[in-house]
C-alpha cells in the first residue's frame, strides 16, 4: 500500500493502490487534466475512458487543448482535477531527448488507463472521486 497521504487515484476493497503501479527503478509520471465538473457524473469507467481518449488524442497529435504534462512527480497530489498515471523513464535523463521519448510515456499510460477502465469497468477498482473532485466539491459548496 502506499505511503499515507501519497496515495494514488484507485482503491481496491477500500485500501488504496500502490501509486507505483508496483514499477522499479525511475517513473515519470503523465499528468490528464479532464476532471472538470462535466465530468464529474461519469461513472469511473466512462471516466477513465475519457483519460485514455485525451492520451489517445494527444498521440495522434490530434488535440493540444487536453492538457497533459509529464512530471518527476505526479501532480495530482497538488493539483485539484489532475489524474497522474505512472510510466517507466527517467526524467532526468537525457534532458535534451526528453521531447523524443514523449510519446513513449503517452503510450505507456494509455496502456495503464485502458488498464484502469477495464478494472473499473468489472467493479474491481474505484477511483478516488472524493480527492479527484475535491476542488469543484469545495466550488459547489460555495455556491
Known sequence: ???EGMQGMFTRDGAYIDERCDIE???VWVNVFVATPENRDKTDAEFMDLVAEAIHAR???KTHRVSISIT???MHHRV???LSLPTRGNYWAFPQF???FFDAFLRDALDLALFYQAECAEGNV???RERL????HLRSDAF
Do not use: N, T, V
Open 1 to 3: 500500500m502506499a505511503q
Open 25 to 27: 527503478g525511475p517513473i
Open 59 to 61: 498521440i495522434a497529435k
Open 72 to 74: 518527476p512527480e505526479p
Open 80 to 82: 485539484m482535477g489532475c
Open 98 to 100: 526528453r521531447h523524443l
Open 126 to 128: 474505484q477511483i478516488d
Open 133 to 136: 473532485f475535491r476542488f469543484f
